[in-house]
């Protein structure tokens, strides 16, 4: 069952959160909003689905990323440090808020088409913009950030109880090249 795998909080100052993130600056940007390919935007990100990420950094269960489990440890000191930087970034708006010139409009089209026929749409929404808090907004994301979580799930080195099983759909390079250029592509819900 989906909502027993972890408590659900719905609660965290945005204020003080503002404040922690001055942590998160060096990668995300204060208003989560990254600017390098390799880390991803939180700025309009399902609070609970920040809550799951940074427990899974804390716990140790997420170990695809050498940087953030150390960066955890020392500065998610307990729950209300979690709730607060979830407050925080998931009312920041994305900016992303248009949808990106299609660079590599083959990789658009076939990524578009794969995720309408995949689980994907069902758990992140067709056009990357999740209604599920405990999944992902995948809309803007960062093309390597997407690419690099695809192939982490698809060699077993970052795990989740739901996608790890999805990443038999990650068949080969293209489907991961494709899906990362169309949820890449895609304009934010979380737009000013």
Do not use: W
Not at 52 to 57: E, G, I
Not at 108 to 125: E, L, M, N, P, T
Not at 131 to 139: E, G, N, R, V, W
Not at 170 to 190: L, P
């Amino acid at each position: 069952m989906l909502g027993a795998a972890f408590t659900v909080h719905a609660v965290g100052d945005a204020a003080a959160g503002k404040s922690k993130a001055t942590t998160c600056i060096a990668c995300h940007m204060l208003d989560g909003n990254s600017l390098f390919p390799d880390y991803p935007k939180l700025a309009g990100q399902h609070f609970d689905y920040l809550i799951k990420s940074m427990k899974a950094y804390k716990g140790g269960n997420r170990k695809n990323n050498k940087i953030m489990s150390p960066i955890a440890e020392k500065y998610l000191k307990n729950e209300s440090d979690m709730d607060d930087l979830a407050a925080y970034f998931s009312t920041q708006k994305s900016n992303t808020c248009s949808d990106k010139p299609d660079s590599e409009p083959k990789k658009v089209k076939a990524g578009k088409a794969k995720a309408a026929v995949s689980c994907a749409s069902i758990c992140h929404g067709e056009d990357g913009n999740s209604q599920k808090s405990l999944y992902p907004k995948l809309a803007g994301q960062h093309q390597a950030y997407l690419r690099n979580s695809m192939k982490a799930y698809k060699t077993g080195v970052r795990k989740d109880q739901h996608m790890s099983p999805m990443a038999a759909f990650f068949v080969d390079e293209a489907t991961i090249e494709n899906f990362a250029a169309y949820f890449s592509s895609q304009k934010s819900d979380t737009c000013q």
